[in-house]
């Protein structure tokens, strides 16, 4: 299948997601607007085509409300709202296609730079699927050389725009969690392994901010403090999915997550700057308060 009709396909889920509700001829007038109609309607024989091929690709169901004026809709948009995959992956696509739609604004948008981790994520998918050890050639940032190892591969997961391999060290016999844009080299190899049945990649990342996952750092209830403009930002990207509001003031907000305060999720604390204040629990608000304070002291001699 072409990239061409995929982009197609995309824009055709995005366009009757954002509707709920819209007519073929309401359809074609948007498709119209995009380079990728070429200046052409979209027959309706053509239409019911990408409909199915839609049904059989997302698993979406399209209607069509005939008492509503012959207006089509997805029956089950919840397929979308609750797959975190489907929709990262359509929404991912989406953004594609706006971008391929105006590629004569080129140099008036502005991309952030992303790892080379992509380059060997398409062998971890494929040793995932066949259920097959990688040989991984891998360079960390805490080690001067580089060193070759076989991982079982267990999950992939997105984070900050780098990819994170999670499996199983066959040499150490322990879970590791390996960065993508770190690998120098990675191939498959003939030694099978079994995917463990009482391994959740979602339980296993249970109340973790990023990345890191520390066995000794038990899940507690982080309470924050928040000035109204940074609560705003907040509101509309939570720090974490059980993030709560628990107050609403015009000074400030109250927030609450469930999470493992790591050193990420701490890092992620002190990038907020002076807009965000822990209040429980004290153990991380002292040490948030040390943290500040040795960074104060990097420029103190610039106040003396």
């Given at each position: 299948m072409s990239q061409n009709l995929i982009n197609k396909y995309v824009w055709l889920v995005e366009t009757l997601y954002r509707a709920r509700k819209i007519t073929l001829k309401e359809i074609n007038r948007r498709w119209l607007e995009t380079d990728l109609s070429e200046g052409l309607e979209i027959p309706r024989r053509t239409f019911h085509s990408w409909k199915n091929t839609v049904e059989e690709m997302f698993g979406l169901v399209i209607m069509c409300d005939k008492s509503d004026g012959d207006r089509y809709y997805i029956e089950?948009?919840?397929?979308?709202e609750d797959d975190g995959l489907q929709r990262w992956l359509l929404n991912t696509m989406s953004a594609s296609n706006t971008l391929l739609d105006?590629?004569?604004?080129?140099?008036?948008?502005?991309?952030?730079s992303i790892p080379s981790g992509q380059t060997f994520l398409e062998d971890v998918m494929k040793a995932m699927k066949q259920g097959k050890v990688l040989e991984i050639t891998y360079k960390s940032y805490w080690r001067e050389h580089e060193s070759t190892f076989r991982v079982a591969p267990y999950c992939v997961k997105l984070f900050r725009q780098r990819w994170y391999l999670v499996?199983?060290?066959?040499?150490e016999g322990k879970?590791?969690?390996?960065?993508?844009?770190r690998f120098l080299e990675a191939k498959l190899t003939d030694e099978p392994f079994e995917y463990p049945k009482d391994f959740s990649p979602e339980v296993y990342f249970e109340g973790c901010f990023g990345i890191i996952r520390e066995e000794n750092c038990p899940l507690e209830t982080v309470k924050l403090k928040v000035s109204p403009n940074q609560a705003n930002y907040l509101r509309s990207l939570p720090l974490h999915q059980t993030q709560k509001e628990l107050v609403q003031t015009a000074d400030y907000s109250i927030f609450s997550?469930?999470?493992r305060p790591t050193f990420d999720f701490r890092q992620e604390l002190l990038w907020n700057g002076d807009a965000l204040e822990v209040l429980e629990p004290l153990w991380l608000r002292k040490e948030m308060a040390a943290k500040i304070k040795q960074m104060g002291n990097h420029y103190k001699n610039d106040f003396s």
């Amino acid at each position: 299948m072409s990239q061409n009709l995929i982009n197609k396909y995309v824009w055709l889920v995005e366009t009757l997601y954002r509707a709920r509700k819209i007519t073929l001829k309401e359809i074609n007038r948007r498709w119209l607007e995009t380079d990728l109609s070429e200046g052409l309607e979209i027959p309706r024989r053509t239409f019911h085509s990408w409909k199915n091929t839609v049904e059989e690709m997302f698993g979406l169901v399209i209607m069509c409300d005939k008492s509503d004026g012959d207006r089509y809709y997805i029956e089950n948009r919840e397929a979308l709202e609750d797959d975190g995959l489907q929709r990262w992956l359509l929404n991912t696509m989406s953004a594609s296609n706006t971008l391929l739609d105006n590629k004569s604004l080129s140099d008036r948008i502005l991309l952030e730079s992303i790892p080379s981790g992509q380059t060997f994520l398409e062998d971890v998918m494929k040793a995932m699927k066949q259920g097959k050890v990688l040989e991984i050639t891998y360079k960390s940032y805490w080690r001067e050389h580089e060193s070759t190892f076989r991982v079982a591969p267990y999950c992939v997961k997105l984070f900050r725009q780098r990819w994170y391999l999670v499996g199983n060290s066959v040499n150490e016999g322990k879970i590791r969690i390996y960065s993508l844009d770190r690998f120098l080299e990675a191939k498959l190899t003939d030694e099978p392994f079994e995917y463990p049945k009482d391994f959740s990649p979602e339980v296993y990342f249970e109340g973790c901010f990023g990345i890191i996952r520390e066995e000794n750092c038990p899940l507690e209830t982080v309470k924050l403090k928040v000035s109204p403009n940074q609560a705003n930002y907040l509101r509309s990207l939570p720090l974490h999915q059980t993030q709560k509001e628990l107050v609403q003031t015009a000074d400030y907000s109250i927030f609450s997550v469930e999470v493992r305060p790591t050193f990420d999720f701490r890092q992620e604390l002190l990038w907020n700057g002076d807009a965000l204040e822990v209040l429980e629990p004290l153990w991380l608000r002292k040490e948030m308060a040390a943290k500040i304070k040795q960074m104060g002291n990097h420029y103190k001699n610039d106040f003396s």
